[in-house]
């Protein structure tokens, strides 16, 4: 079992930058590959990024590539999510995710294991 914690979300305005932080309990941290989704109100949860157990493979949406910056800290057992240049349409619910590291199916929100509570980033124009 792996408890997932977010933090990091809030209110921002559009341009602005903000980091989101997932802190696992887990003493094989560097065994799951970790994913952040988001989830807009009467959407469904989307894929953002994801990064392989070694932190050396990392993923994104193509839309996001050159925003959202996802890397991991095993000392710290935590995952990041840095986003910039924040837009309204980002605006979300964001959720951090683990599952056992291997395979290719990251952009699945069904290929996790586990999930954390989220953490609201609202973004104004």
């Known amino acids: 079992q792996v408890q997932l914690v977010e933090s990091g979300g809030g209110l921002v305005q559009a341009g602005d930058s903000l980091r989101l932080s997932c802190a696992a309990s887990?003493?094989?941290?560097?065994?799951?590959?970790m994913g952040w989704f988001r989830q807009a109100p009467g959407k469904e949860r989307d894929f953002v990024a994801a990064i392989s157990g070694s932190g050396r493979r990392t993923y994104y949406r193509n839309s996001d590539k050159g925003r959202f910056t996802i890397s991991r800290d095993s000392a710290k057992n935590t995952v990041y999510l840095q986003m910039n240049s924040l837009k309204p349409e980002d605006t979300a619910a964001y959720y951090c995710a683990a599952r056992f590291d291997g395979g290719s199916d990251y952009y699945r929100s069904d290929a996790y294991d586990y999930w954390g509570q989220g953490t609201q980033v609202t973004v104004s124009s």
């Open positions: 887990t003493r094989t941290f560097s065994s799951y590959a």
